[in-house]
């Protein structure tokens, strides 16, 4: 074997081997974001049960103190039975969001109302439950870090290669969409009940309060 033969020998296998490498590493970076992507969205959907589970308690602590306001309550029981764990992640992300919007227009209704304020259950499940709404964004956060890493990773050499071989497939984020912006559509009455009264023993709406984000 003549000495160019050699050094053409030894540039090829020197190739291999560092795509080798580059293979070995990469593969092994996207598997490891496969997986703390399957435990951020295994923490995000411990939240949205809790969430599940508190709601109806909130709802029946404040239903009939808010006689004039059940279709804010209505909004939020909807939303809530919406909830399927077994949806696709796009879909989980939609009614997280509108059942997150339900619940900001209750606490808003809540906010007007002194006798509601003062109930001591009232306020513990309203802090538990916006407890688990600021754990919900900051979880939500974590895991579409993990999806945006990923989404790369395999969009681009090698990992674009290493997809291909191994059937990998981009991961969905848990966008909230257009609810997250906006609103359910349910009027929060407050001009109703100062002609009307409420359910609270007379005490009406006060002007100043909003609600809580």
Avoid: C
């Amino acid at each position: 074997m003549t000495a160019l033969a050699a050094a053409a020998v030894f540039a090829v296998l020197l190739l291999a081997i560092v795509a080798g490498f580059l293979a070995v590493v990469t593969y092994n970076a996207v598997v490891a974001l496969r997986t703390r992507i399957d435990k951020a969205w295994g923490n995000v959907e411990v939240v949205l049960r809790q969430r599940h589970d508190q709601l109806p308690a909130l709802v029946e602590a404040v239903r009939d103190l808010m006689a004039f306001e059940q279709e804010v309550l209505e909004e939020v029981t909807r939303q809530r039975a919406r909830y399927a764990p077994a949806a696709p992640v796009p879909d989980q992300g939609a009614v997280a969001a509108a059942t997150s919007a339900a619940v900001r227009s209750l606490f808003a209704v809540v906010e007007r109302y002194p006798a509601i304020r003062s109930q001591e259950n009232v306020l513990r499940l309203q802090g538990s439950i916006e407890q688990l709404e600021a754990q919900l964004a900051d979880r939500r956060e974590l895991y579409n870090d993990q999806v945006y890493r990923y989404n790369t990773a395999i969009g681009q050499v090698p990992g674009v290669v290493l997809a291909a071989a191994f059937g990998w497939h981009g991961r969905p984020f848990f966008d909230a969409g257009d609810a997250a912006v906006s609103t359910p559509g349910v009027a929060l009455r407050g001009t109703g009940n100062a002609a009307g009264g409420d359910a609270t023993g007379g005490d009406l709406p006060d002007g100043g309060a909003g609600g809580r984000r």
